[in-house]
């Protein structure tokens, strides 16, 4: 699936022309391993669930923001990853009549993406779980995603990654399920075993 060209009424309907294909080429990045087109997909297909369920004009904030919520994406920058995505995202809306509500919508979703912690607003919220729903999807595929994101992040010496991914993963914990939980354990030991000096 081509999520550029599946997705390209909603991209056009919001943003400016060439929009699409700067959002392509980000998400294209060749640093990339784990946040690719991959991970966008993943993203959309979870929130094609809500599809027919909700008004068009949350559901295409929910897809703009999957767009949006990792265009800008780089471990070796000290620049906040989703607050330059939002910058991006704003640098790109066509603000015109009443699309201001799609516009702070989209904000808040890629917001709400730095915090691990469960949003309280409905839709937000909706946003976050799609994000974060590979959580569920087993011990095995937390493992392939790890080696993706250790790839993302090669630059770390093994031990600052190893702090740093231990810390991440423990504020997880408790976040979605006593499986998840439990997965995400014996991944905490994997990261704390494989990447011993």
């Known amino acids: 699936m081509n999520p550029f060209i599946v997705y390209k009424e909603i991209l056009d309907k919001y943003l400016h022309s060439d929009s699409s294909l700067k959002l392509q080429q980000a998400w294209s990045e060749p640093h990339r391993k784990y946040h690719t087109t991959e991970h966008l997909i993943s993203v959309l297909k979870y929130l094609d669930k809500y599809r027919f369920g909700l008004p068009n004009e949350f559901y295409d904030a929910l897809v703009l923001a999957a767009f949006f919520h990792d265009c800008y994406y780089d471990p070796k920058s000290s620049r906040n990853n989703e607050d330059e995505s939002i910058r991006r995202f704003l640098s790109e809306f066509r603000t015109k009549g009443d699309n201001w509500n799609i516009r702070n ?5 890629i917001e709400a993406t730095k915090y691990r912690k469960r949003p309280s607003q409905y839709l937000v919220r909706l946003f ?4 974060n729903h590979q959580f569920y999807d087993g011990y095995e595929t937390l493992l392939k995603n790890e080696h993706l994101i250790r790839q993302e992040f090669i630059h770390l010496p093994k031990s600052v990654y190893r702090t740093n991914r231990i810390k991440f993963l423990k504020t997880n914990i408790g976040l979605f399920n006593s499986n998840v939980d439990n997965d995400l354990r014996k991944l905490m030991k994997y990261v704390e075993d494989i990447y011993k000096n």
Do not use: I, R, S
Request: aromatic share 12%; glycine share 0%; hydrophobic share 80%.
């Open 105 to 109: 919508a989209v904000m808040a979703m």
């Open 128 to 131: 976050w779980e799609a994000d």
